[in-house]
Nanobody, 119 residues
Framework: QVQLVESGGGLVQPGGSLRLSCAAS????????MGWYREAPGKQRELVAS???????TYADSVKGRFTISRDNAKNTVYLQMNSLKPADTAVYYC?????????????WGQGTQVTVSS
């Protein structure tokens, strides 16, 4: 069992920065991939960034160069540093953990944290 708790969301002006944190409880395995998804009003949930235990990262094209995902395996915590924020980044951000259990993948989600980019 895994529980994910996000923090760090809030209201920020365009061009500003926020850092999201996600703390995972329970046993975390080396094959677990952690990441961030977001769900904007009227849109489906989409992948923002992900990171493996080894540090390999994936980013959505819309956030490349602005967001940085990192992971502290010792603390079972993943971070999302968001810079140069745009109104289009406004969404509920969800922490995610994917665990490969062939032939399927178990997916765990945090409760979500609101990020609002507005002047």
């Amino acid at each position: 069992q895994v529980q994910l708790v996000e923090s760090g969301g809030g209201l920020v002006q365009p061009g500003g920065s926020l850092r999201l944190s996600c703390a995972a409880s329970g046993r975390i395995f080396s094959i677990d991939v952690m990441g961030w998804y977001r769900e904007a009003p009227g849109k489906q949930r989409e992948l923002v960034a992900s990171i493996t235990t080894g540090g390999s990262t994936t980013y959505a094209d819309s956030v490349k160069g602005r967001f940085t995902i990192s992971r502290d395996n010792a603390k079972n915590t993943v971070y999302l540093q968001m810079n140069s924020l745009k109104p289009a980044d406004t969404a509920v951000y969800y922490c995610n953990l994917d665990r490969q259990m062939p032939p399927t993948t178990r997916r765990y989600w945090g409760q979500g944290t609101q990020v609002t980019v507005s002047s």
